[in-house]
């Protein structure tokens, strides 16, 4: 009998697992900031200045207030930043106080993140994007969503303008 149940809590504890993963993909971002959407779509964005992702591609970095923007749960948030390529999100910086139960609540949310020993940071992935949990500085965390179609964008972008280059000869 204690083998069968065993196996059964196993076996929930998997699909769970599996599930916390599709909960990352359906919510797509921070609170009501999705990734891959138009900025435009974000009240309370503004405009911080124009920026190079990887020293190549032209962004632009915008910071987001708001009331829906000061806490998750009882965790401060510091900051929200927003960048995006060709007016899209593909990246949500989320500067929140160092506090436990901030990891505690992503684990609750997404499941057991992968730790990578080399960056020192924790991460979840997804075929869509991926969310990456880190120290910033003594007293502050940073979470921080990447959206891979938008990055994609950017790396076919690339290719146009060198295969644009090489017909030029």
Same mark, same amino acid.
């Given at each position: 009998?204690?083998?069968?149940?065993?196996?059964?809590?196993?076996?929930?504890?998997?699909?769970?697992?599996?599930?916390?993963?599709?909960?990352?993909?359906?919510?797509?971002?921070?609170?009501?900031?999705?990734?891959?959407?138009?900025?435009?779509?974000?009240?309370?964005?503004?405009?911080?200045?124009?920026?190079?992702?990887?020293?190549?591609?032209?962004?632009?970095?915008?910071?987001?207030?708001?009331?829906?923007?000061?806490?998750?749960?009882?965790?401060?948030?510091?900051?929200?930043?927003?960048?995006?390529?060709?007016?899209?999100?593909? /990246?949500?910086?989320?500067? *929140?106080? &160092? =506090?436990?139960?901030?990891?505690?609540?992503?684990?609750?949310?997404?499941?057991? @993140? !992968?730790?990578?020993?080399?960056?020192?940071?924790?991460?979840?992935?997804? /075929?869509?994007?991926?969310? *990456?949990? &880190? =120290?910033?500085?003594?007293?502050?965390?940073?979470?921080?969503?990447?959206?891979? @179609? !938008?990055?994609?964008?950017?790396?076919?972008?690339?290719?146009?303008?060198?295969?644009?280059?090489?017909?030029?000869?």
């Amino acid at each position: 009998m204690k083998q069968i149940l065993f196996l059964i809590m196993t076996f929930a504890s998997l699909v769970l697992y599996g599930q916390n993963l599709e909960e990352l993909d359906r919510r797509n971002g921070f609170k009501d900031i999705k990734l891959g959407d138009s900025i435009d779509s974000v009240k309370g964005a503004e405009f911080k200045k124009d920026i190079k992702e990887k020293n190549e591609f032209p962004a632009k970095l915008y910071e987001v207030e708001g009331d829906g923007y000061k806490t998750i749960g009882e965790v401060k948030i510091r900051r929200v930043e927003l960048k995006t390529y060709k007016s899209l999100i593909y /990246e949500i910086d989320v500067i *929140t106080d &160092k =506090d436990t139960r901030l990891m505690k609540g992503l684990e609750k949310s997404f499941g057991k @993140p !992968v730790y990578i020993l080399t960056t020192d940071t924790y991460n979840w992935k997804t /075929e869509k994007l991926s969310l *990456t949990f &880190k =120290d910033y500085s003594k007293g502050e965390l940073r979470l921080t969503y990447r959206c891979y @179609p !938008v990055i994609k964008m950017m790396a076919v972008d690339k290719g146009k303008k060198i295969d644009a280059i090489a017909t030029d000869f």
